[in-house]
C-alpha cells in the first residue's frame, strides 16, 4: 500500500510546488497518476520515495514512514524515475547486479530473475554491451529491470513508457497487472490518458499541485457526459488553472 498524507513542497521562499495532497493505493490497485507538465507529479513521486523531504505531511510504503523508517519503506517499493541515463559507464548486467546488491538479493534469485525479466523486454543479447551505446528505451527497460529486482510489493513508476517500444509498453503494462493481481500495488505517472483508461483501476489528477480529482474512470465520465477523457481533462486542468475550484 502507499498513502500520502498532506504532502506539500514550497520552493524558494514561496513557490508551493504541490499543496496539502493526501491520497491512498490500496493493495491489488493500478492508479494513474496524471496532470499536465508542471503539476507536480514528480515532486509527489520524489517525497514518496524519500528523495525529497516535504515541508509538510508524510508518506508511508506498506506501513513504513519513508523519513521515520526510511530502509524498511524503499526495500518495499520499486522506483522508476523519469530519467534513464544513470551509471552509464558500467554494462547492463553490472548495473542491475549493482542495484541486486544493495538489496541484498540472492544471487540464485537475482540470476533467474535478470533472465526472466530480460527475456520479456528483448534485451537479453544486450546485458553486457555498455549502458551508453544503449538507446533511450534501451536504457529504459534496463532502469524497469533492475527496478524490480527485489520484487517489491509497491511499485511507483515516473512516465515508465517513456522510449519504450510497443512490444516492450505491452509487456510492461501486462507486468502490472500481473503484480496488481497478485495483491500487489501500482502507482505510476502518465501522459497518455489512452493508458490510464485501459490499465488503471483509478486515477488522480492534479494541476499546480492541487487535487482535481480522484477516483475511477467511469465515475469520472459519468459527471462529464457526452465528453470523452482527453475532452474532461482538458476541461478540468483548464478550470483549475483560471482561478477555479480545485475540485470541479
Not at 30 to 37: L, R, W
Not at 46 to 73: C, Q, W
Not at 190 to 205: G, Q
Not at 233 to 245: E, N, R, V
Amino acid at each position: 500500500m502507499i498513502e500520502a498524507k498532506n504532502l506539500t513542497m514550497i520552493y524558494g521562499d514561496s513557490f508551493k510546488s504541490v499543496d496539502n495532497l493526501s491520497f491512498t493505493i490500496n493493495k491489488g490497485e493500478i492508479v494513474g497518476f496524471v496532470g499536465p507538465n508542471g503539476a507536480g507529479k514528480t515532486t509527489v513521486i520524489k517525497m514518496l520515495t524519500g528523495i525529497l523531504r516535504p515541508v509538510e505531511g508524510s508518506a508511508f510504503i506498506n506501513g513504513y514512514d519513508i523519513l521515520k523508517d526510511s530502509v524498511h519503506a524503499k526495500s518495499s517499493f520499486a522506483y522508476v524515475a523519469d530519467n534513464p541515463d544513470i551509471l552509464l559507464q558500467l554494462t547492463g548486467l553490472e548495473y542491475i547486479n549493482f542495484i541486486a546488491d544493495i538489496y541484498q538479493v540472492p544471487a540464485d534469485q537475482r540470476n533467474e530473475r535478470i533472465m526472466e525479466l530480460a527475456s520479456r523486454f528483448g534485451i537479453t543479447d544486450s546485458l553486457q554491451t555498455s549502458m551508453k551505446e544503449y538507446s533511450h528505451g534501451m536504457r529504459q527497460k534496463l532502469m524497469i529491470i533492475a527496478a524490480l529486482i527485489h520484487n517489491p510489493p509497491a511499485w511507483i513508476l515516473d512516465e515508465p513508457m517513456t522510449g519504450l517500444d510497443p512490444a516492450a509498453a505491452f509487456e510492461l503494462k501486462q507486468m502490472m497487472r500481473e503484480h496488481a493481481a497478485k495483491g500487489n500495488c501500482v502507482l505510476f505517472s502518465t501522459h497518455v490518458l489512452e493508458v490510464a483508461e485501459k490499465l488503471c483501476d483509478r486515477i488522480l489528477v492534479i494541476s499546480h499541485g492541487h487535487e482535481l480529482y480522484q477516483g475511477t474512470l467511469e465515475e469520472l465520465t459519468a459527471q462529464h457526459p457526452g465528453q470523452d477523457l482527453e475532452q474532461i481533462f482538458l476541461q478540468i486542468t483548464s478550470y483549475q488553472s483560471s482561478g477555479g475550484d480545485d475540485n470541479a
